[in-house]
């Protein structure tokens, strides 16, 4: 989707957060390289091969996109044993991601937030009542940290 957006001027910078290397092709990464508004970091450079931390992984991301309006994006296929299109059995755990969105709603000026991927059917039948709850979570903890810091500017 991004690179239809950034192809009819929607889009100016950016950064994915946490791609899988085994799940993206060279070409995504060639692509990214080419464009000095694409960044990324992989899912392996932060919990696998531990290069930079989780949060200096999101700082890195929000120091690339300050400036500009913010769209947020949580893919649920990133959620370990989240019911997802594309489900993982490696990947961030729940407290990171009310993490995340707690923090970036907190600390940025995002424009949305979408919350992708999550079901709680899939069409072979596999129903999860978690995934429900868990992108509940997800919207309540980003709306009470956007909240926070208007009334601490109002302050």
């Known amino acids: 989707g991004f690179r239809y957006a950034k192809r009819e001027g929607y889009l100016e910078k950016y950064y994915a957060l946490g791609l899988h290397e085994n799940y993206n092709g060279q070409a995504i990464v060639e692509e990214q390289d080419d464009d000095p508004d694409l960044f990324f970091t992989f899912f392996e450079d932060i919990f696998v091969r531990e290069k930079k931390t989780f949060y200096d992984a999101v700082r ?65 039948g596999k129903r999860d009542s978690l995934t429900p709850k868990m992108t509940a979570y997800l919207v309540t903890d980003f709306m009470k940290a956007y909240l926070e810091k208007r009334r601490t500017k109002l302050m």
């Open 60 to 124: 890195h991301a929000m120091n690339k996109t300050h400036g500009n309006p913010v769209g947020l994006e949580l893919d649920m296929d990133c959620l370990e044993r989240s019911l997802a299109s594309a489900a993982t059995s490696s990947g961030i755990t729940a407290i990171q991601a009310r993490r995340f969105a707690t923090w970036v709603a907190h600390t940025i000026h995002p424009v949305y937030f979408h919350i992708a991927e999550g079901a709680y059917e899939l069409r072979d």
